[in-house]
């Protein structure tokens, strides 16, 4: 038996002039301060909750009889800003690669080019997420954590009943906690009071454990078989991969992580290509009823008609080739590929993501990268702005996936949310076309005191090189290259097998909670092992939590999990505010 679908009183509008101009307001500020947390730390924390707390405090200044529709048509415009935000690690890694001499990349984005091409791609990728709500939101009912989060959020923030104010004090008591200690984490002068490391018996590598209770909210949200999937991927990544490569001499001991990351990442992506695609091969039915119903009953369903999403996809697409000609001078065929692999990519993304939390953006550009390293060899310009593309393009699938699920928690009307998020990636893209700069002149990007190392980057614009002059260019035909290749196209596919074999097993639900998730252990070999090791230990604890108190957990576990999400989230948004006042100092 499913769980009713919330439904929207009558006379309740979400779409109105406050909350359209509010979600604006909040698109510009997020669009604003998300990029320096992304360039510092590498990685994007739940925009969603800090949207809605956001829109919470906006809207109480110009109202007091809003309600949660409206301040999810906010969240859904923060989101989206975020998304596009998120995306300055592009930017970031354009400046790398253009200020190496020898590269031949020279690409020098005006912030007016910035601001059409990222909206023009932020588009596409909304409309090409659209007929997929219904099949990973409804159909699937995939957990999207950080979407549950904000829906969570959502309601807290609007309770009412006496149970709704105890699981609102539950989720600002652990939202509280995580956002102190994520401070105190990044905080100079305490930052190694906090610092945790297990060395382990890799010579090149350690596991360790991350102090994140956004993790642990993550895990409890995920649950223990994917969570403990992902431990087991990443030991075998982190610990017993570098192990077999540095006794076969295609890494040293004093190899960097990223150098590390790009060979031991093959066997987790061939995992998460082989079994998305065999998942949705399996339920084919089930997309193709979504699709159906979309093109008939869209009214009914509250969805965004298949033909309006139709059309605005073959404008949005037409429109990014000819900015892409232009701006990149990248050639038509070379856009056309990048946006049509962005299609399949992008589901394998979105499921992912439904079930990790993660969104392997920047893995799905790396195997994009690949993929032009043999349809372009030796072109580094279609390496980077190809796998761009698909990057930019997938980045606003997710978030508004994210923004579905949160969604359906309350009753909010889809195509209303679509409608938002239309709006909201224009404002995102022009706040990170104006910022990006800012930042960049400011703290470095590039050089030996750069303080925005920006870890995506690097890994992105190290690729790019490996793809297109080590494997493909002058320096192709060396043994290590040779050997590299030939690692890279057996782990693949050694993964790709396995990928498939472990989807086919969890089709038996007598078999599912014994077989390792194979989206879970794709994505636990992608991500730090510090970050796997902190969810997977947030799901254990959920687990003991349940069997010890199951009331008490029925009650409370999301409530206190969306909290440790939340207050992470917000805190590191607001850090880069009170960096730029000179409030605080960030650890090196």
């Keep these: 038996m499913t769980d009713p679908v919330p439904q929207k009183p009558a006379h309740i509008r979400e779409f109105t002039p406050r909350s359209v101009a509010v979600g604006l307001l909040v698109a510009l500020v997020i669009g604003a301060s998300y990029p320096y947390v992304v360039l510092k730390f590498g990685f994007g924390p739940n925009i969603s909750v800090v949207s809605a707390f956001f829109g919470f405090i906006a809207l109480g200044i110009f109202s007091k009889n809003y309600n949660r529709w409206e301040n999810n048509i906010v969240q859904t415009a923060g989101t989206a800003a975020g998304q596009i935000a998120f995306l300055c690690w592009l930017l970031a890694a354009f400046d790398m690669l253009a200020a190496e001499t020898d590269s031949g990349f020279s690409v020098h984005l005006t912030r007016v080019q910035t601001w059409i091409w990222l909206s023009t791609a932020g588009l596409l990728g ?49 939202m ?181 939390n993660w969104g392997p953006i920047s893995t799905m550009a790396n195997l994009t990268q690949a993929l032009f390293g043999v349809v372009a060899p030796g072109n580094l310009s279609a390496s980077m702005v190809s796998s761009a593309t698909t990057s930019a393009v997938a980045a606003e699938s997710e978030g508004l996936m994210q923004d579905y699920k949160a969604g359906s928690m309350i009753g909010s009307t889809p195509r209303i949310l679509t ?28 050089g030996e005191h750069a303080q925005l190392s920006s870890p995506t980057s690097q890994r992105w614009v190290g690729f790019a090189k490996i793809v297109t002059q080590q494997l493909t260019g002058p320096a192709a035909m ?24 472990f989807t086919l097993l969890e089709q038996r639900k007598a078999w599912r909670s014994f077989v390792p998730s194979p989206t879970g252990m794709g994505i636990g070999v992608l991500i730090p092992i510090s970050a796997v090791t902190t969810i997977f230990l947030g799901a254990l604890a959920d687990r003991i939590w349940e069997k010890a108190k199951p009331e008490s957990h029925k009650r409370y576990s999301i409530a206190t999990a969306s909290g440790f999400i939340a207050g992470e989230a917000i805190v590191a948004v607001i850090i880069p505010l009170l960096v730029t006042l000179g409030l605080i100092k960030l650890a090196s």
């Design 126 to 174: 909304v409309l090409l997420a659209v007929p997929l709500r219904k099949h990973f939101i409804d159909d699937e009912k995939l957990p999207f954590p950080d979407g549950l989060a904000a829906g969570e959020t959502l309601i807290m923030l609007d309770a009412r009943d006496e149970q709704s104010r105890r699981s609102a004090f539950a989720m600002i008591g652990s």
């Design 176 to 356: 509280v906690s995580s956002g102190v200690l994520f401070l105190a984490t990044q905080l100079r002068w305490i930052a190694e009071l906090v610092a945790f490391r297990v060395n382990t018996w890799s010579p090149v590598v350690g596991l360790g454990f991350g102090i994140s209770l956004l993790n642990v909210g993550s895990g409890i949200i995920i649950g223990l078989r994917i969570t403990a999937s992902m431990l087991l991927g990443g030991l075998i990544a982190w610990i017993i991969g570098p192990v077999w490569l540095l006794d076969h001499g295609l890494i040293t001991e004093s190899s960097r992580r990223v150098d590390i990351l790009l060979l031991v990442m093959w066997p987790g992506v061939g995992m998460l290509i082989a079994g998305g695609i065999t998942t949705l091969l399996l339920r084919w039915r089930v997309l193709m009823r979504t699709f159906e119903s979309l093109s008939t009953a869209a009214d009914l369903s509250g969805d965004l008609s298949l033909r309006w999403v139709g059309i605005g996809s073959l404008m949005a697409s037409v429109a990014l080739v000819l900015v892409q000609r232009a701006f990149f001078g990248t050639p038509v065929w070379q856009s056309v590929l990048a946006i049509l692999l962005a299609i399949p990519l992008g589901l394998v993304a979105l499921r992912v993501l439904g079930e990790t």
């Design 419 to 446: 409608y938002m998020q239309l709006l909201a990636v224009p404002v995102g893209a022009l706040a990170l076309a104006f910022m990006y700069p800012v930042l960049r002149d400011t703290y470095g990007i590039t």
């Design 478 to 501: 060396t043994p290590a290259a040779i050997a590299r290749l030939s690692w890279m196209k057996w782990s693949f596919g050694v993964g790709a097998l396995f990928g498939l074999i």
